[in-house]
């Protein structure tokens, strides 16, 4: 049972526009949450987080969003670069936050 | 600062034989992880270590073997490689804190068990 999902494996975005990611979590204990972006052939790197206690976390080009009510948030990159191209994992911890549950993963391609 | 660093970066085995995935931090972090990561699957947690001398199981621990005798190492160990095996293993570290959980990752070692 997947408590962090990604249900769209892929996403193919025109380079400028906005790239959206979404994921979903079935746990209301999950206090926070976490996207990673993973290059081919390197480990995850974090990319930006979101505590429950917000709705929206914005950093530069990145922006995510938590919907509590219906237990889904989405990461939103504007504009897209074609360097922005990777797999976009999103996760979740709960409040002692030493272990994070990934969701599958999305391949963001931006085409140029 | 090399950060996570992971040895080896591939291996290939034979179904039966042993070894040990090598993992080091420079950071000074007190939790480390090793995760798996399967096609569909994403990063699924194996054992964990909240410091030196301390192990604990994750999501799927079965068949693995880790240590942490060193602050800065955690060692990952297959005694019995099975096919089921085959993988992209990546090791995290982190500093505790009562917020979120950013874990810094190595590279990733590529094990194919034939």
């Known amino acids: 049972d997947q408590q962090v999902k990604q249900n769209s494996p892929s996403l193919s975005v025109q380079e400028g526009r906005i790239s959206i990611l979404n994921c979903d979590y079935t746990?209301?204990?999950?206090?926070?949450f976490l996207w990673y972006k993973k290059y081919p052939a390197e480990g995850p790197t974090f990319l930006i987080s979101?505590?429950?206690?917000?709705d929206k976390n914005e950093d530069g080009r990145f922006t995510v969003f938590l919907n509590k009510s219906a237990k889904h948030l989405s990461l939103h990159i504007v504009p897209s670069q074609p360097g922005d191209s990777a797999v976009y994992f999103c996760?979740?911890?709960?409040?002692?936050?030493?272990?994070?549950?990934f969701g599958a993963g999305t391949i963001l391609r931006v085409k140029s | 600062n090399a950060g996570v660093t992971q040895t080896p970066k591939f291996r290939v085995l034979k179904t039966g034989q042993s070894m040990t995935l090598l993992c080091a931090q420079d950071?000074?972090?007190?939790?480390m992880y090793w995760y798996r990561q399967d096609p569909g699957m994403g990063l699924r947690l194996i054992h964990y270590?909240?410091?030196?001398?301390?192990?604990a199981k994750g999501e799927v621990p079965d068949g693995y073997n880790v240590s942490r005798l060193k602050k800065q190492n955690f060692l990952l160990g297959l005694e019995s490689a099975a096919p089921s095996q085959t993988s992209v293993y990546f090791c995290?570290?982190?500093?505790?804190?009562?917020?979120?959980?950013?874990?810094?990752f190595g590279p990733g070692t590529r094990l194919t068990v034939l």
């Open positions: 995290a570290s982190s500093y505790p804190t009562h917020s979120y959980n950013e874990q810094f």
């Open positions: 746990n209301s204990m999950f206090d926070y």
């Open positions: 979101i505590s429950s206690i917000k």
């Open positions: 996760a979740a911890s709960q409040w002692d936050g030493n272990k994070l549950v």
């Open positions: 950071m000074n972090h007190e939790y």
């Open positions: 270590s909240v410091g030196e001398g301390t192990t």
